[in-house]
């Protein structure tokens, strides 16, 4: 094949730092998938950092043969030889890998990133590396070590070289690897050593080993998890305040259930949508401040929506508690349709803005997201505004005589109706609010609010009526409570425990965990 | 309105069992045992809510066919004393006994009520949606067991029973109508009606006479002077001329214990009772 | 907390409409539901002909209006407003279910379970392939849960709003748990496909037709048992308890048993009321245990008039007919139309349509 020869050689003369890869690429587009597994293998044991541009091309699937059997790579829609150069002879056919070979490109891709100068890449390319890696790395991997410098890398080759040097022959290396393993406190640690120990290991001394290193890991971990189960117990706390801090205000003071107020959450989380939308069409420079926007009009908007309901349906329902409930639950399906109708029974996107993602890597296993942190915050700002409003202001005094004793607050002129109404429209409002802290972490639909109305009652019902403390305590604690028996018994039985469990704790305490004693007037 | 004076042969019915430890076949509660006298003791009993004391080391016996007045100013400790007995409020700590062998610290409100010891509220609760008539039959003395609400029927007896009550209370004539159209006296009289019906050996009684005529609280008071014989009575009440009428024996109340005991006019000239019902 | 209702006792009822028109009304009603499934016996080209879908449709309707009149039993005269009943009609259904997956899949398992790779029957299934150890399940799968629940949450005095909640936190917890493919109920999907009951093709007309008997029976029988009931001194503890509970406790009425016992057994009439319809409409899945069917069932209720007997049945008629009507006619509008017959009905018609239909007379 002389123009290939010359083509080569043209290359070599002109080309000289894509030389190797041209050569490279045209032999790997000419090979078959064996000799190409081969190369690929090849490549990783001993990278080269011409030939990183190949190797993405090849994992983005960018890389295709012409007629010739010469390597093209696909850029900016234009297709360039390997070496520069030549044109494709006919249109070239873009090379398809099996799922083997795409394996291996991710190899080789990930050794070759372990020369970058950025530590994040090389951190990505050790992570990639703890998986699935040829015993021909080993060289390479321990070389690397060597001339680590970032302590994160250094851990994580640390982990891919260990789980290399368990495969090898001598035990002596296989125990150097499972110490070495025990002495990280990383999840595929654990997996790993677990795997050892259920099968392949033969040899005592190592076994033993690797059951401290197992136990070791393990400790490590647990503190992981369990801290992660508390940071997301109380999260999942955090909203379920924030749900149930208005429920636990209207049902203090009127005794009555609003079913309708998981909607309120449903339509708090609609609002920050529509802001979203607006701020999108009319500001996209400032779209990363929607949420705070988002907020006081979606108190604004379901605080409203909360004292027409009591004006016009409520209100007509007073001392007559069960009625209530079947009636906002009536509101409910008008409000859940309503908005299934407007937007469609599909869930909306909501966005995190670039502040509210990612989150602070705390330990191997434990990642707190930020948008979870800034709820948890905003819940206990809510908790601590309305304790200030209740505690402060007038129409707080005005509420609270209104919870303890309507007729004789009547009596010394309060307005019971207008502090009916305007506790309706606070406890509306706060679940609003809610509902903006919600739509950043879940998914926003017409039933968002469904779910939450139990949830945020068994709050209410064990902390007890018109405490906010204890609603605060209550919510955490069942929120913990929640995460903690999750991964044990699953989330299901988790919930039905939780139900049992309160449901025993009322024999105990009719009243609540926060409730004042006293006599009870017949 | 008539102040006529009880037909015996009614109270003998009403009081039924009232004569000393007498225990009539089918009732529900065993016999109050009275050997010594005393048909209700309270020894030191202590009550407090969230750090208030509403009761203080309150000491009180009633007699066995006695009828006592308690009074007291607002907050005394009253009604807390017959949520004690009554079984509504635990005490924290001190002796509550019913005849010798009822604890009543150790037993339900159910349980208490079965044995024999009936209770009139402050503010009258009859059973609305049942006609007078039911309600006397609902309070009657009788096994109230599911099984047997299930398949009771009245007997003559009982029915003549409840008539007689019907009688004494003089709501024969409104006999079926709803509880809940009566007024606010003649729900009173429901009540101590259906009280009747439970042929208690102790009853307790709020404030009876809130909101009567004062015909009807002359009445009342002949009423519960012909009960008092046969039954134990303690009876809350403010209107002291109706007390005056009816108690031999009074005890004060005040902040939650015992401040003197006697004869109304005794303790209308003593000098702490003056002191606190007329401020220092 | 409970406005005054009057009308506590059917006889009350009647006695002011006129006991002859409302017997012969009755008598009527029952006639046309005892012919319906003779007709649907006639060849499908007869002009009298009832078809399978409106035998199948009145039939459900007829379970529903069971588990109305079991809900009216412990909401209407007792006063407690269960929001979980449609999880005892479920678990009834699901009884009844496990017994006719049993028949269609023969010596074999339920073709469910073999999609998840089970060898052999979880231990709950024993027996369920005879029929009368089903139609004990029947009772006892929500007789002894409402017992549990009962004792507890009675004990422990819930009741208003609390007890209302704790029913429906039950009833969702109940759906959760029946969405588990683990649980060995299907799952999802649930029960459906069944073929044969006692030996019976399920979808012949006569087996449709004695189905259909047979839930007119339950009904009539239900009804008869809630009239001798309210009729009874128990029925008159019930209204009592209902609307001062205290007072009957210093009576020396324990109301404890007396709503366990109203409360079971309205659990259990439900689970009858559940396992009639299962084979009548071929199929039974966790969306039954969802909150929303058993709050619907209480508007039912509510808008017949509760504290009666007839009120329940009228009510779960017309509210299933409409939504028969609805779904085919205007499907998007039938949730705000039920909505707003929630909140009509309590406004402006605490007493329901009998309350309603009283009220005429008297005037």
Known sequence: ?522 | MRAAPIPEAMLDAAAGVAGLALDTGKTVGKGVNVRHGTILTLEAINVSFDGFKALTDLTLYIGVGELRCIIGPNGAGKTTMMDVITGKTRPDNGVAYFGEQFDLTAMSEVQIAQAGIGRKFQKPTVFEALSVFENLELAQKTNKSVWASLRATLTGEQKDCIDEVLTTIRLDASRHRPAGLLSHGQKQFLEIGMLLMQEPHLLLLDEPVAGMTDAETEFTAELFKSLARKHSLMVVEHDMGFVGSIADHVTVLHQGSVLAEGSLEQVQNDERVIEVYLGR | MTMPLNQTLLARATAKLGPQVSLALGLLVLAILVAMPLLHLLPADHALHVSAYSLTLVGKILCYAIVALALDLVWGYAGMLSLGHGLFFALGGYAMGMYLMRQSAGDGLPAFMSFLAWTELPWYWYGTSNFLWALCLVVLAPGLLALVFGFFAFRSRIKGVYFSIMTQALTFAGMLLFFRNETGFGGNNGFTGFTRILGFDITAAGTRAALFIATVALLVGSLYLGFRLARSKFGRVLTALRDAENRLMFCGYDPRGYKLFIWVLSAVLCGLAGALYVPQVGIINPSEMAPTQSIEAAVWVALGGRGTLIGPLLGAGLVNGMKSWFTVAFPEYWLFALGALFIVVTLFLPRGVVGLLKKEKEQ
Request: proline fraction near 5%; glycine fraction near 10%; aromatic fraction near 6%.
């Open chain 1, 1 to 522: 094949m002389p123009t290939a020869l010359t083509r080569i050689l043209l290359g070599l003369l002109l080309l000289l730092p894509l030389t190797a890869s041209a050569n490279e690429a045209d032999a790997f587009v000419a090979a078959n998938p064996a000799k190409q597994a081969k190369l690929l293998q090849d490549w990783a044991a001993a990278p080269v950092p011409e030939r990183l541009p190949l190797l993405q091309a090849l994992q983005q699937g960018r890389v295709a043969g012409d007629a010739d059997k010469r390597a093209f790579i696909q850029r900016n829609d234009a297709w360039q030889a390997a070496d520069g150069q030549a044109q494709p002879n006919g249109t070239p056919r873009k090379l398809r890998l099996n799922n083997r070979l795409r394996g291996l490109t991710a190899t080789a891709l990930a050794s070759h990133q372990l020369l970058d100068k950025d530590a994040a890449v090389r951190l990505d390319a050790a992570q990639q590396l703890q998986r699935n890696t040829p015993p021909a790395l080993l060289p390479l991997l321990e070389s690397r070590l060597a001339a680590e410098e970032d302590e994160r890398v250094q851990d994580a080759l640390t982990l891919a070289l260990a789980n290399l040097q368990l495969a090898a022959e001598d035990p002596a290396v296989r125990l150097a690897a499972v110490e070495r393993l025990g002495q990280t406190g990383d999840p595929l640690a654990r997996t790993r050593l677990e795997s050892l120990l259920t099968g392949e290991e033969s040899d005592a001394a190592v076994r033993s080993a690797a059951e401290k290193s197992l136990a070791q890991v393990k400790n490590k971990l647990l503190v992981g998890e369990l801290l992660g189960q508390a940071f997301s117990g109380l999260s999942l706390g955090s909203i379920l305040l924030l749900a149930a801090l208005g429920l636990a205000i209207t049902f203090g003071l009127l005794g009555v259930i609003n079913m309708a107020h998981g909607e309120m959450l449903m339509l708090g989380a609609y609002t920050t949508y529509m802001v979203q939308l607006m701020f999108q069409r009319l500001a996209p420079e400032y779209l990363a401040l929607y949420p705070l926007l988002a907020l006081p009009i979606a108190f604004l908007v379901t605080a409203c929506i909360g004292m027409a309901l009591e004006r016009t349906v409520i209100r007509h329902l007073y001392g007559r508690p069960l009625e209530t409930l079947l009636a906002t639950w009536g509101i409910s399906l008008i409000l859940i349709q309503l908005v299934r109708v407007t937007f469609g029974a599909q869930n909306v996107e909501v966005a995190n803005p670039y502040w509210l993602s990612g989150g602070v890597q705390v330990l191997p296993n434990l990642v707190l997201p930020y948008n979870r942190i800034v709820i948890i915050g905003f819940a206990l700002f809510v908790v601590a505004l309305t304790w200030l409003l209740l505690n402060k202001t007038r129409l707080g005094l005005n509420v609270r005589a209104v919870t303890q004793n309507r007729n004789m607050a009547a009596c010394c002129g309060v307005p019971t109706g207008r502090v009916d109404m305007l506790a309706f429209g606070l406890g509306s409002g706060i679940a609003g609010l809610g509902g903006v802290a919600l739509s950043q972490i879940g998914n926003v639909g017409p039933d968002l609010g469904q779910s939450y109305i139990i949830d945020s009652f068994l709050v209410v019902v064990l902390g007890g009526v018109g405490q906010l403390a204890g609603s605060v305590t209550a919510a955490f604690g069942l929120g913990v409570l929640n995460k903690f028996l999750e991964p044990q018994i699953g989330a299901v039985l988790g919930k039905i425990l939780i139900l049992a469990l309160i449901i025993l704790f009322i024999q105990k305490r009719p009243q609540g965990l926060f409730a004042l004693k006293g006599r009870v007037i017949d």
